[in-house]
Each structure stands twice: as C-alpha cells, then as structure tokens.
C-alpha cells in the first residue's frame, strides 16, 4: 500500500463534494446561506484579481477576502519567496534561538511606520488585537479599554470585548471591562476618561462596518485627551492598513496622529500564510518584558514561523517595488469619483465614501411613490435586503463578487484587489450601472430577488 500523498488526486476525487462535506463537518449554516443567495458557485482557480470557473468564465473579486488578498491571488513575487523559504529547509520554530527572518520582516515593516519602535508577531488580526488589549491594560496599569459603535476588532474573547456589533457579542458574556463610546465623539471619551480607569480607545481610523471614516481631527484630538489622562491610542489597521486606504496606514491621513500600538495582519500574509502583528512603542514592550523571567509572558507559537515572515517580507517588497500604495490611492480615487458622479441619476443610491481602495456604496429611501412602496416593503421584512438584491445579480449577471458591508445595513463595502487598475474599474461602474438601472425600472433579476429574499427573512423569524 503505497504511503504517499498526493493532494491532487484527492481534489480531483472529492472535490466536487466541497459543499457537502463542509455542511456535514464544519459551519453548517454557510452552505445553506450560500445556496440561499445564489453564492454557491465553483471556482477552480484565482489569479490576480480574478477567479475562473470550470468553464472558464471569469470573475472580477471586488472583496479581496475580506481584504486578506491585497495583492490579489498568487502573487508571483510572494510564490516565490514560499517556495524559497520551504526549500531552505530552516531551523524554524526551535523555540530557544533568534532565526533571522523575523527580526528582518519587523526592520522592513517598522520603517514604513514612523514612531512604532517593536513588533510582536501573531497569527491573525484578532490576535494582533489581543496583544494590543494586553499590552496596553499592564504598561498602564489599567482595567478598561474603550471602542467605538459599530467597531470590529474581531471574534475571541479580548477582541469580542470591544466589538460594537451586539450580534456578535450575545451569548458570550462575560466579557473584559470595557465601553463604546460613539465615533468622533470627544465629550464622550472625555467623560469616560475622567473615571481613571481606561487603559486605551481602540479605535478604527475607518470603520469596515459600514465604511464610517473618524471625522477630521478626532485621532489627534482624541489622543491629547488619552495621553492626558495616561491611555494609550490604538490603532487598528487591520483591514485599513498596507495600503488599503490610499496611504500606508489609515491614520497617516491625518497630521500629528501617533499611535501608541499599531494592528496590523490580513494584507500581509499576501493572501498564503496567516500573520498578525502587533507594532508599539519601546516603552511599552520593555514594560511588558520587563526581565528574563518575563521572557514568554506573551508570545504565539506560531508567531514569526519562516513561511509567513517569508510572505510578510515578500508582501512589503512589491508593495515598495511595484508602488501599490499610490496605485491604489490613483485607482480608489477614479472608482469613487465614477460612482459618485450617479449619485444625481439614481434616487436610491445616497452615498459613496471612503478612501483609496475601501469604498461604501450606500443606499436609502427613493422618492418616487412605486420604489418607495418596494423599500418600504423590504425594510419591514429586515433592513440590509436591497443591498444584498444589488451584490446578487453582480454576481449572477456580471460574474462580480462583493458583499453588503455588516449586517442589517444598506451599504456594499468595495475592498478589491490592490492591484486593481482602470480596466476593473470600468468592468465594475458599467456592471453596477446596468443594476441599478433595473432596479429603478422595476424589473428584471433584482426584484425578483427581493422577494426570495423577503420570504427568507420572514421565515427566519
């Protein structure tokens, strides 16, 4: 009986039962969700900013995986450098040596992040957050961290604390000290400081649930007020950072804005090996190890393995080389600008915001006696319906994937591929304009939808 694996001949056996083994083994309700809303498609391949099916349709990735795949899917430069790093053959992982590929990913990545001095490398952006929360509850001696309504700092426990969406909060408690206070709001976080208890604000220079920017000032102003009362500011750029926003990080959009500690994970992996990192000031890391004895207080054990500080530095090279961060700055602008220009022809489409290549494309009550009559109807059965009746048929007609931005919201989130260029831009403006086009008409694949989607909601209650 032969031993060996051979993974290809496995997915051609089994592969056609992918959506059956995940409802047997893993989250049933995905494959049931993903049939529900004509999602359940079959991709053979990526490349880029695209995916192939068996018949060689091809699909423009306008959700980047959440925004995991910034330089899209199978970077050459990042292949690569994974091949090289398994062919070494390293010492990785020993536990009780300093292996050099972690020391040189922190190098390349402080040096694009002025006033961070240290790095702790983690595993996902959850875990860059868990660092955060720590490290800034004993350099200050304190218990309570603020966030802010609507945040999203991921799903374990630490991070679900300051989580602004009570959805995904209910049925964990009990959660660590914590308290939203609301977005650009500095008379709230002023009030929360006075109590002396606040170890820092975590807070999302643009929030992905909904794409809410932090208004003009509020970063700098809220960190005098932190700093004035011995909290810490954090930024969270897991989404936001590398790149996404038109600048390295989401933060640097505004002047004198200086964290205390950086999170940073998703686009860094470079779409192959998962990787979080946690930046900070020297102060803070010499108070959290403080001596030898303190040496593993924190740590991953899989944190700074060869594959993905490979990946990490493979990332950060072609971001330099191949300037994807003012590419993507050029780009988001002409998307923007190109959706905001149909603001004026389409009363359902209320706003388009955001920066660089994070956009939210929002939708709100029409005037006109016929659509309001249908929103109305979609909004009685749940609110978020008419954005989830756009994301299908761009799918379905236009072979273009991307998602409502949280849930029971009326906004699509644009997260796309970094190296997307004018011709997806081209791609996604006439797909989106001949949706909503259908949509205003009455007609077509969109209102059929709907009413799928208004049975669905109702029997879910």
């Known amino acids: 009986m032969s031993t060996e694996f051979d993974l290809g001949a496995l997915l051609a056996e089994r592969g056609a039962e992918r959506y059956e083994l995940h409802g047997r083994y893993l989250n049933h309700q995905l494959p049931r969700m993903l049939h529900t809303i004509g ?56 536990r009780f040596d300093c292996q050099p590929l972690p020391g040189l990913l922190a190098e390349k990545l402080l040096a694009h992040s002025p006033h961070m001095d240290r790095v702790f490398f983690g595993n996902s952006g959850t875990e860059a957050v868990e660092t955060a929360l ?30 602004g969406e009570g959805g995904f909060r209910d049925g964990f408690a009990p959660l660590l000290p914590d308290t939203a206070v609301p977005l650009g709001d500095l008379d709230a976080l002023a009030r929360e400081l006075k109590k002396g208890d606040v170890a820092a604000l975590i807070v ?16 700098r102003a809220a960190q005098e007020l932190l700093h004035r009362h011995r909290a810490l500011l954090i930024a969270d750029e897991v989404q936001t950072g590398l790149g996404r926003t038109g600048d390295f990080y989401a933060y640097q959009h505004e002047d004198g804005v200086e964290p205390d500690l950086v999170c940073v994970a998703k686009a860094l992996s470079g779409g192959y090996v998962p990787v979080g990192a946690t930046l900070g000031k020297d102060w803070i890391f010499k108070k959290v190890y403080s001596s030898m004895d303190r040496v593993l207080v924190h740590s991953a054990s ?67 006696l016929k659509l309001r009559s249908r929103w109305t109807m979609l909004q009685a059965a749940r609110k978020g319906l008419f954005a989830q009746m756009v994301v299908v048929p761009l799918l379905q007609r236009h072979r273009i994937l991307t998602q409502v931005s949280g849930d029971h919201l009326e906004v699509i989130k644009l997260i796309p591929p970094l190296v997307v260029g004018e011709a997806e831009v081209d791609r996604f403006v006439d797909a989106f304009t001949e949706v909503m086009d259908d949509a205003h008409n009455g007609g077509g694949l969109v209102w059929d939808f709907g009413r799928t989607l208004i049975k669905q909601a109702v029997a879910n209650r």
């Open 302 to 368: 899989f944190g700074s393995n060869a594959q993905a500080m490979a990946a990490g530095l493979a990332v950060l090279s072609v971001m330099e080389n191949e300037q994807i961060v003012a590419g993507a700055r050029l780009t988001g602008d002409l998307l923007k600008s190109r959706l905001t220009a149909l603001i004026d022809k389409y009363e359902l489409l209320v706003d388009v915001r955001g920066r660089g290549l994070m956009i939210g494309i929002e939708f709100g009550k029409p005037r006109s």
């Open 204 to 219: 999302e220079p643009i929030q992905g649930k909904g794409v809410l920017e932090a208004p003009p000032g509020y970063l």
């Open 134 to 163: 720590k490290f800034a509850r004993y350099a200050t001696g304190k218990p309570r961290v603020l966030y802010c309504d609507h945040a999203f700092h991921g799903l374990t426990t630490g991070s679900l604390s300051v989580n």
């Open 39 to 94: 999602f359940d498609k079959v991709y053979e391949r990526g490349e880029g900013a695209y995916f192939w099916d068996a018949d060689g349709n091809d699909y423009l990735d306008m959700l980047a995986g959440f925004g995991v795949m910034g330089l899209g899917r199978h970077h050459p430069v990042v292949r690569k450098a994974l091949h090289d790093v398994l062919d070494a053959s390293l010492a990785d992982l020993t």
